[in-house]
């Protein structure tokens, strides 16, 4: 095969090697250095957001926002039931119970209304995922989650400068969570973010971040915490992706106008962006009506043979054997056999599209 798309490359350029060469030649290699300050400070201010706190991933940083929350063993989690496993993971690291919430079929995110039919006396929290770069409807969570007094948690790890009326995800719900994964919009390597507006929060995230010890008494440490730090090499790394972050969401805006055009009059169904939302098209969405698991399968497999790599959906969580299968969610059900991600970087050239879509495009006809 002379040629192959992968589904996703992250954007280094001289900037990144400078500044992690930099972070290396400084010898400030762990968690301490400007480049963690740095980072923090201008990622909270991209997302409107007062305060960040780096992290090693956005698991580890949905666990942190979850226990600094105050959720506790036996306490109920809302979650959409289509997201990466991380969220519900999460959860069940604090002894808590996740509630899988079936999704909106246009933007794949929670469905407010469904969330709402989920909430038991026992439900302290709600995690709306922003999937596949789609911000979830978080007016309407946030009217729902305060007549419930429940805490709400963004999980925004697919949707760095994704807005819902203008404004960006990151400072809607109590604090937000972010992954700086390989294949996100903006990469640390490995690598997550907490973004907050409430102070006490903040600090709180901190101090349990770095084994809960005590800030003014060096090596006491009145309760249990973690080591969850982010590294000054990864938050290097992070400082010049987050330089170029504007020039990579207008990489992803026009990939998905290129596939847009590309597939135009076909029955392929691209990421549908409500009237209130900016998308920040982590990955192509491509949907087929009434495709099943199986044909999507040999799908990904068909693509592959011809150069073009591509993934699943996700599944159901509530479908995954050690995760409880707690509500009815037939949209998700639906939703999860019929999509695709396509080949979404910010390299991906106008000639790599139209590749993608000509063998998506052919291999549909036969299958
Ligand atoms: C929706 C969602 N939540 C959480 C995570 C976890 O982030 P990480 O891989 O950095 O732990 C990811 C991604 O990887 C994700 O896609």
Known sequence: MDRFIPISRPSITEKEIAYGTEAIRSTWVSSLGKYIDEFERNFAAFCDAKFGVALMNGTVAIQLALEASGIKEGDEVIVPDLSFVATANAVLYLGAVPV??????????????????????????????????HPADMVSIMEIAGKHDLVVIEDAAEAHGATINGKKVGSWGRCATFSFYGNKNITTGEGGMITTNDEKLYNRCRFLRDHAMSPVKRYWHPEKGYNFRMTNIQAALGCAQLERIEEIMQAKQRIFNSYSAALKGSSVQLNQTNAWA???????????????????????????????????????????????????TPVTYQVFKEGINLPTYVDLTEDDIHFVCHHLLEILKDL
């Open 278 to 328: 900016t998308n920040a098209y982590w990955l192509i969405t491509a949907r087929m009506k009434n495709l099943s698991e199986q044909k999507r399968d040999l799908l990904i497999v068909e693509l592959k043979k011809r150069g073009v790599d591509s993934r699943p959906f996700f599944y159901p969580m509530s479908a995954l054997p050690y995760l409880p299968d707690t509500s009815k």
């Open 100 to 133: 899988f919430a079936d999704i909106d079929p246009v933007n794949l995110c929670i469905d407010p209304a469904r969330m709402e039919e989920a909430i038991t006396s026992k439900t302290r929290a709600v995690i709306p995922v922003h999937l596949y770069g």
